[in-house]
């Protein structure tokens, strides 16, 4: 059993693995299948951004080339492939990413943690700036899904979707609810945090939340 899940790879890194799982590419058709797909809905790419993974990949031998062509006056074009390494080290981190819930540390949560310094009037009315821009964002995520539904995929190839859709519908709930809540002035507003919290004890709660990993379950699934 590992003591920390085996993640070395970026999302960004899986999904350009996951593409050369189906079929040897470029990077400028992995690129295009990354916006086609809706992949860039979940997975942060930026411009350069999926070139330099795969630069990275082919360094850490995961992915290599397997031939150069040029089309007419477009810029010559290097087609990669997942390797045998690749391939394993893929799956290590998909498995570990779906069984392990990530330490993520959302920016809104550390925003959160601040709010009451902000006076009551003002944190509502940027609370509500946030709902108007989370509805839009729920709009566009359903204009995404429904374009991907229609296009015939199967649903196991669009739950990231379904996914992303929930985590906004939920927070959009929640920041609606905070807004009530401080209308109904049934939150303390105290700009400082109260003294008497024993130290450590938000630590000491996502310690006991921290599940560790079923040595039964790892070894079956590597040995699948």
Do not use: C
Not at 11 to 25: D, F, K, Q, T, V
Not at 31 to 46: A, E, N, P, S, Y
Not at 60 to 80: D, F, H, K, N, Q
Not at 97 to 119: D, K
């Amino acid at each position: 059993m590992r003591a920390r899940p085996h993640r070395t790879l970026t999302p960004l890194a899986l999904a350009i693995l996951r593409l050369l799982h189906e079929r040897p590419m470029h990077p400028y058709e992995m690129h295009q299948l990354v916006r086609d797909r809706g992949t860039d809905f979940v997975i942060k790419v930026r411009a350069g951004s999926l070139y330099h993974a795969v630069e990275r990949l082919a360094t850490l031998s995961l992915i290599a080339p397997v031939e150069t062509g040029r089309e007419g006056r477009r810029p010559e074009r290097t087609v990669y492939a997942i390797t045998d390494a690749g391939r394993d080290e893929f799956m290590d981190n998909l498995r570990d990413l779906v069984r392990s819930p990530a330490e993520e540390f959302p920016v809104f949560a550390a925003a959160l943690e601040m709010l009451a310094t902000i006076e009551p009037a003002a944190a509502r009315r940027l609370l509500m700036q946030r709902t108007f821009t989370l509805e839009a964002q729920v709009a566009g995520a359903e204009q995404v899904a429904g374009a991907l539904a229609k296009s015939g995929l199967d649903r196991i190839h669009i739950v990231e979707t379904e996914y992303a859709q929930h985590m906004l519908r939920s927070e959009l709930t929640w920041v609606r609810s905070l807004i009530d809540d401080i209308d109904a002035g049934t939150i303390a507003w105290s700009p400082t945090r109260h003294p008497a919290e024993p130290a450590g004890v938000r630590r000491s709660i996502t310690q006991m939340l921290e599940a560790p990993d079923d040595p039964r379950t790892t070894a079956k699934e590597h040995a699948s």
